[in-house]
């Protein structure tokens, strides 16, 4: 302390004259009584007086035990015990403070005048400054209300302001959250706040014992974060550390910071720890809930994108990927002038009549089934695809010859062939499968699809179980049916159909008895066109509904026009074909009614031509308009007869009045199994009351064996080709009959 002694030796007078003169200003009155006196001779007699109270060798008073401290609030204990440390020395508090802060301003202006040594300097102004404030803190709890008697009002209001400023730093300093150390320049812990006492301390009198000591001996957790952190950079310094407190680890976010005194020497640092487990912890969760939402995510687009490309019943690629890949084999194709694909288009047969008896599932149950077989004979590098409800498709990509696809469709029909148990039930599927081979015509798979679709239609045609390979005019005839349909949307609008009338002759008399009505397209640049020319399609388009409600109307009208002026006996009756379409999608009967109603037909007038097709409909709605026809006195003629397969089956389940036998019979009526196959029709039609009308008659021979075999009525070229109208009304005005052409048949 001898340079203490000496600077401020130096500045002895000058000391003395701002002490007396602060007294005389009635400032620190109180405070020159006894103390100056002490050492008013010289400045050795102040480093006495400090020396005599604190009791020490000049080192500040730090934690110690004292037996009356309050272990729940170490704080106020502190205070109390620094307090009345000094008073049991004879010191007044207030006057020991007061001389105290004159000491420490003159001190500060004589280190500063005298820049002495800063290792010299160093641990003068820790005693200067660091007693000061402990000093200053140890009033906190035991003299803040306290009145200083004999004192002038503003000298006490100054104290009490003093002791309520530094009471309000310490309540802040505690009520701070997060833990705060301050140690002096040789790591020694200085204070520390109840944040830190509770997380690293613990409560008791003993820790008052821990502040003095170096702080890595004070509070082991942190010796080895704070050593790292002070030698990473001079100044301020941060880092995250896991820590072991007495609850446990934690995570805290540790600051480091230099503290100085007024003079701006350094005198200590700054230790600040904030908890962070909580927040780190909710960012992992946050991480790991992120990492899962992405994982599900991605997790989620992928199953998107599996359920876009494929078939959610079968699993196979669906034709949006089936489309894609035919579009890489045709951009391979362009590339390379021996690379060859080829396509397969492929349909179930008889895949309504599953679902319409067993019922969907049962349905479902088939599809997989045979996809698994048309997959278990495809390569690795070919494709298989569910393309519609009961179709599928093959991509055979790099072929070695043209005929290899031949020879994979007729390996799938086989295995598509083997009997598969539906429900209970054994089951016989069959494919019918059309081959299309690439070609440098094709740019888009759409365009190869459509071919290979094409010839699977050609090859469904020909019967069950058939494979067609696409050829050029495939191509032209649908284009051609395109091209029809389209101008029959225009046909049916613009209402561009006539009637014509074909006359039925009884057998043997050859007596006009009806005509059938037969539609006639009347195209405005082609002319009349024949039914072979547009009636399948308007069967595939719906179109023939209107049609047939069209002929029906203009028919009824024609036969109600000639029964206005012939006589009952003559009046002819009217045959009008009707669809299976017209009776599936039940206008029939609607219809039927609506004529007979506008055009004031009597029913017996009217004979409806049915098909085996629509027998086969067999559907309750089928039964009721064909009952409902025969209840209304409409008669039931059953058109191409012995072409079906189950026309025995059905004939004695509906009102059936006559049986047509088919022209295919008529014409080879000579024959001895023709001829037998129409004899059993005319016997069987007798047995069953019903007559007969053989068509397609067109010699006499063929008239003669009919009247040989007891045929009932007949039509065909011998008698008349189809006529319009006009010509209809002649043949009925003329009475005209054919018994001369009876006569020469040998009737």
């Known amino acids: 302390m001898q340079w203490l002694l000496d600077l401020l030796q130096a500045r002895r007078d000058d000391l003395v004259r701002r002490i007396y003169d602060k007294a005389e200003a009635n400032r620190y009155t109180r405070y020159t009584a006894q103390g100056l006196e002490a050492w ?42 620094e307090a009345r440390r000094h008073r049991a020395r004879g010191v007044s508090l207030p006057m020991f403070l007061g001389l105290f802060k004159l000491y420490r301003y003159a001190w500060h202006e004589v280190v500063a005048e005298g820049q002495p040594d800063c290792a010299v300097a160093h641990p003068a102004h820790r005693f200067i400054d660091s007693f000061f404030d402990t000093v200053e803190l140890g009033i906190c709890g035991d003299w803040s209300q306290m009145s200083f008697p004999g004192q002038v009002a503003e ?73 790292e952190l002070a030698n990473r950079a001079e100044g301020e310094a941060q880092g995250r550390y896991t820590l072991d407190t007495l609850a446990g680890p934690r995570i805290f976010d540790v600051r480091l910071r230099p503290v100085r005194s007024i003079g701006g020497m350094p005198t200590g640092t700054l230790l600040v720890l904030r908890d962070e487990t909580e927040w780190v912890r909710a960012e992992q969760e946050s991480e790991d ?65 599953v679902n319409d008896s067993l019922g969907h599932p049962a349905g479902d149950q088939l599809l997989r089934s045979v996809a698994r077989r048309i997959a278990e004979c495809l390569r690795p590098g070919d494709t298989v695809a569910r393309v519609g409800g009961d179709e599928f498709a093959v991509l055979l990509s790099d072929l070695r010859d043209v005929g290899d696809a031949s020879v994979v469709a007729e390996r799938i029909l086989a295995q598509v ?29 759409e365009d190869v699809l459509r071919d290979a679709d094409t010839a699977m239609y050609r090859a469904k045609s020909l019967g069950r179980g058939q494979t067609v390979v696409f050829d050029r005019q495939m ?128 029913a017996k007038y009217l004979k409806v031509e049915i098909t085996e097709s ?41 009102p059936i009045d006559v049986i047509k036998v088919d022209r295919s019979f008529v014409s080879q009526v000579h024959a001895v199994a023709r001829g037998e196959v129409v004899k059993t029709i005319v016997l069987l039609a007798r047995s069953l009351e019903m007559g007969t009308i053989a068509e397609g008659v067109e010699t006499v021979e063929q008239l003669g064996r009919l009247c040989h075999l007891q045929c009932d009525y007949a039509q065909g070229y011998l008698f008349s080709r189809p006529v319009d109208a006009a010509a209809a009304t002649r043949l009925l005005k003329d009475g005209t009959g054919w018994a001369d052409l009876m006569g020469g048949a040998g009737a």
Not at 48 to 61: I, Q, Y
Not at 418 to 442: K, R, W
């Open 417 to 445: 062939a083997q009997p598969v148990m539906v429900g209970d039930q054994e089951f016989l599927p069959n494919v019918s499968i059309g081959i299309a081979h690439s070609g440098a015509a094709y740019e888009r798979g």
């Open 155 to 227: 000298v006490q209001e100054a104290n009490r302001s003093l002791i309520r400023q530094v009471a309000r730093w310490r309540t802040l300093f505690d009520g701070l959250g997060e833990a705060v150390f301050l140690l002096d320049s040789a790591g020694r812990l200085q204070s520390i706040n109840q944040a830190a006492y509770q997380r690293f301390i613990g409560a008791g009198p003993s820790g008052l014992d821990r502040c003095g000591l170096a702080f890595a001996e004070a509070v082991p957790a942190l010796g080895a974060s704070m050593n």
């Open 289 to 353: 809930s992120r990492r899962v939402s992405d994982e599900a995510l991605r997790t989620s687009v992928a199953q998107l994108e599996f359920q876009a490309l494929h078939d959610a019943l079968t699993g196979l690629p669906n034709r949006v990927l089936f489309l894609d890949r035919m579009n890489q084999g045709i951009a391979v194709a362009r590339r390379r002038a021996w690379y060859h694909y080829a396509v397969l288009f492929m349909d179930l047969d008889r895949f309504k009549i």
């Open 475 to 602: 191509h032209n005839e649908v284009a051609q049916r395109l091209t029809v349909e389209a101008e029959l949307r225009r046909a049916v609008e613009q209402k561009e159909f006539v009637v014509f009338y074909q006359p039925i002759v009884s057998i043997p008399g050859g007596v006009l008895t009806g005509f059938e009505a037969l539609v006639r397209w009347n195209d405005p640049t082609r002319g009349i066109r024949s039914p072979m020319d547009f009636i399948h399609v308007a069967e595939e388009t719906g179109l023939i509904v209107p049609m047939g409600e069209y002929v029906l109307n203009e028919a009824c009208r024609q036969a109600a026009e000639w029964a206005s002026w012939l006589p009952e006996q003559r009046r002819p009756t009217i045959s009008v074909n009707f669809s299976v379409r017209q009776f599936a999608s039940g206008v029939a009967l609607a219809e039927v009614h609506a004529a007979l109603a506008s055009t004031g037909l009597d």
């Open 614 to 654: 629509i027998l086969m409909e067999d559907s309750k709605g089928v039964h009721e308009q064909l009952n409902a026809l025969a209840a209304l006195g409409v008669q039931l003629q059953m058109d191409d007869f012995g072409t079906g397969y189950s026309s025995l089956a059905y004939l004695h389940r509906f």
């Open 40 to 81: 008013s001779g010289s400045v050795q007699g102040l480093i006495d007086a400090f020396r005599s109270a604190l009791g020490t060798d000049g080192v500040p008073c730090a934690w110690g035990p004292d037996d009356e401290i309050d272990p729940d609030n170490p704080v106020s204990g502190f205070g109390i015990l």
